[in-house]
């Protein structure tokens, strides 16, 4: 199994552009999560999604937008790229049942750089 | 006061110590909670989830104390292969979410 799979790895936009990151999970995982991670600040929720069809806000939503696809895919857009987006992105997976002791699964991230 | 706690570190430890970090969380309310590690420039991997009644895995043993709202992972015989960031994880509330601590640095030097 391939887990998490994200792309692109790396990108470089200029200000003002825009783009979109996929990501894609093959564990039938009902739920996914979109983090960005900066230095001294540690991961950080920008959106989720709890199930197929819904999405929500996480801490730090401003300036993206997401998809849920299907189930297995789930998107993270940034429609005018600023400086302060500049990043390192992840995208989760957690299989959603009653048992507590199930993590979430990583993709590789995409490392952003906004010029 | 953040959700999650961890000294920043770095623990520089010579191979063969025994280490120890800690981790507090505010929601008493939580009820799942793990370490991850993650090496430099990697995702995040888990490593253990801490079930209330602690529990082991190999050299990792972890510890939850819900009346302190703190967890602990003691790593026994450092190997130089597990100098990495571990992450502390405690589960935001009744759903699925995970709130995640800064993380602690360990460098396990020979």
């Known amino acids: 199994n391939a887990g998490v799979t994200q792309t692109p790895k790396f990108q470089v936009l200029k200000t003002g552009q825009s783009m979109t990151l996929q990501c894609a999970q093959d564990m039938n995982h009902n739920s996914m999560y979109w983090y960005r991670q900066d230095p001294g600040m540690g991961l950080r929720l920008i959106y989720y999604?709890?199930?197929?069809?819904?999405?929500d806000k996480g801490e730090v939503p401003n300036g993206y937008n997401v998809s849920r696809l299907n189930k297995r895919e789930f998107s993270l857009r940034l429609e005018s790229a600023a400086p302060s987006q500049t990043s390192v992105y992840f995208c989760?997976?957690?299989?959603?049942?009653?048992?507590?002791?199930?993590?979430?699964?990583f993709g590789s991230g995409t490392r952003l750089t906004v010029v | 006061r953040k959700e999650v706690e961890q000294d920043p570190g770095p623990f520089n430890v010579p191979e063969g110590a025994t280490v120890a970090f800690n981790c507090t969380y505010s929601?008493?309310?939580?009820?799942?909670f793990f370490w991850y590690r993650q090496d430099c420039r990697k995702e995040p991997k888990l490593l253990m989830s801490v079930y209330s009644s602690g529990n082991e895995d190999g050299r990792f043993t972890a510890q939850l104390n819900r009346a302190s709202q703190y967890i602990s992972l003691l790593i026994r015989d450092s190997k130089l292969s597990d100098s990495a960031t571990y992450l502390c994880?405690?589960?935001?509330?009744?759903?699925?979410?995970?709130?995640f601590g800064g993380g602690t640095r360990l460098m396990v030097k020979p």
């Open positions: 994880v405690v589960n935001r509330n009744a759903g699925n979410m995970l709130t």
């Open positions: 999604s709890a199930s197929e069809g819904t999405t």
């Open positions: 929601n008493s309310a939580s009820q799942s």
């Open positions: 989760a997976s957690r299989v959603a049942r009653t048992g507590l002791f199930y993590g979430y699964t």
